[in-house]
């Protein structure tokens, strides 16, 4: 359990529902309202409770939808991984913003309660993720009324949003990029700088054989999730270790868990990961995405060395948009959202409420 959040990262999510998910798997039975599947025009109920699927091509995909109005701004939540369902341990630890926005929550095709074991592993593409993604929001626009949805994305999440938002500006009102991803290849060679510098710097003999075993990038899959270990061992993957213990308790009083499918969700993360593996290795937004023309907020980790921050700073400073923030969160790594979650939700809402005006 120890090890769960710790994939809640570009390509860590595997040891977080083996690990933290194992203690902390919250999915969604809290009350369920109107099925995602069912389509009026608008949304005329308060307190909105909508659970289920929509179709996107060949493909049936989870979405829940959470908010106390209907005519609150609407936030898509974008999660990590590939393959890195974050729903429960969102939910878990931001759910206030609850109380102010309309908060859409969708399992990517291949992650979570979206994975269909039968599925063509072909089709887990950036492509077809972004195809998803725009099913996603042409349902969310029209069966809430909203002409334009903040998408807010973690880690891969931040980049599938940069990448959605610069092909479909008229959708969106401001892009979040938590702990943003810039370089798949660029953060397999930050973790491994890392980690070589601080295991010299203490004489970590072991830690060094370690590294010298893994190699240099780039690394397939299953080479970054062991170097990604050594990184979550010097604190790059988590400055303050959230209690998973409380998240175990926690997850199960508010009927949360579900354990039973926690073996789906792990599995779906590992194929995600290795489908994705050489395309994710590949994409680099400093050539793909230059500008947008959506304003654009990072919300970047003092201590993130998963995806290395001092990166995304260089990228910020490049990247062309109308409007453009940058929030650093001096006590966190590569989790804001559940190491400083009383500051992540603050932040987010002035964020959004500005976007909104």
């Known amino acids: 359990m120890a090890k769960i959040l710790r994939r809640l990262s570009l390509r860590s999510t595997r040891l977080v529902w083996t690990g933290f998910i194992l203690a902390a798997v919250l999915l969604l039975s809290c009350g369920v309202g109107?099925?995602?599947?069912?389509?009026?025009?608008?949304?005329?109920?308060?307190?909105?409770?909508?659970?289920?699927r929509i179709a996107a091509g060949d493909a049936n995909l989870y979405l829940l939808v959470r908010g106390a109005d209907c005519d609150?701004?609407?936030?898509?939540?974008?999660?990590?991984?590939?393959?890195?369902?974050?729903?429960p341990l969102f939910r878990l630890y931001d759910r206030e913003l609850e109380n102010w926005f309309l908060v859409a929550y969708w399992d990517q095709r291949g992650a979570g309660r979206s994975?269909?074991?039968?599925?063509?592993?072909?089709?887990?593409?950036?492509?077809?993720?972004?195809?998803?993604?725009?099913?996603?929001?042409?349902?969310?626009?029209?069966?809430?009324?909203?002409?334009?949805?903040?998408?807010?994305?973690?880690?891969?999440?931040?980049?599938?949003?940069?990448?959605?938002?610069?092909?479909?500006?008229?959708?969106?009102?401001?892009?979040?990029?938590?702990?943003?991803f810039v370089s798949g290849l660029g953060a397999q060679q930050g973790q491994y700088e890392f980690v070589r510098s601080r295991a010299e710097a203490l004489q970590d003999d072991r830690t060094l054989q370690r590294l010298d075993e893994i190699g240099k990038p780039p690394l397939s899959a299953t080479g970054e999730l062991r170097l990604q270990a050594l990184v979550d061992r010097y604190?790059?993957?988590?400055?303050?270790?959230?209690?998973?213990?409380?998240?175990?308790?926690?997850?199960?009083?508010?009927?949360?868990?579900?354990?039973?499918?926690?073996?789906?969700?792990?599995?779906?993360?590992?194929?995600?990961?290795?489908?994705?593996?050489?395309?994710?290795?590949?994409l680099d937004l400093?050539?793909?995405v230059r500008s947008?023309?959506?304003?654009?907020?990072?919300?970047?980790?003092?201590?993130?060395?998963?995806?290395?921050?001092?990166?995304?700073?260089?990228?910020?400073?490049?990247?062309?948009?109308?409007?453009?923030?940058?929030?650093?969160?001096?006590?966190?790594?590569?989790?804001?959202?559940?190491?400083e979650p009383e500051r992540f939700m603050a932040v987010l809402k002035t964020v959004l409420d500005e976007s909104a005006k």
């Open 72 to 87: 609150a701004p609407l936030m898509l939540w974008l999660h990590g991984g590939p393959g890195g369902a974050e729903t």
């Open 34 to 52: 109107h099925a995602a599947g069912e389509a009026p025009s608008t949304c005329r109920h308060n307190p909105i409770s909508d659970e289920g």
């Open 286 to 288: 400093t050539t793909t």
């Open 292 to 339: 947008v023309k959506v304003p654009v907020v990072f919300m970047l980790g003092r201590y993130d060395r998963q995806l290395e921050a001092r990166q995304a700073a260089e990228y910020f400073d490049v990247l062309s948009a109308p409007v453009k923030k940058m929030i650093w969160f001096e006590e966190a790594a590569h989790n804001i959202p559940f190491e």
């Open 235 to 282: 604190g790059g993957l988590f400055h303050q270790r959230p209690s998973f213990a409380w998240a175990m308790i926690a997850g199960a009083s508010r009927g949360y868990a579900a354990p039973w499918e926690i073996p789906a969700f792990i599995r779906a993360n590992e194929i995600s990961l290795s489908a994705m593996e050489k395309e994710i290795v590949a």
């Open 115 to 180: 994975y269909d074991p039968g599925a063509d592993t072909a089709k887990l593409t950036v492509e077809q993720h972004l195809a998803d993604l725009k099913s996603v929001i042409n349902h969310l626009r029209a069966r809430y009324g909203k002409r334009k949805i903040a998408l807010a994305g973690h880690s891969w999440g931040s980049a599938l949003g940069l990448l959605y938002a610069q092909r479909h500006p008229d959708d969106v009102s401001v892009v979040v990029g938590v702990n943003q």
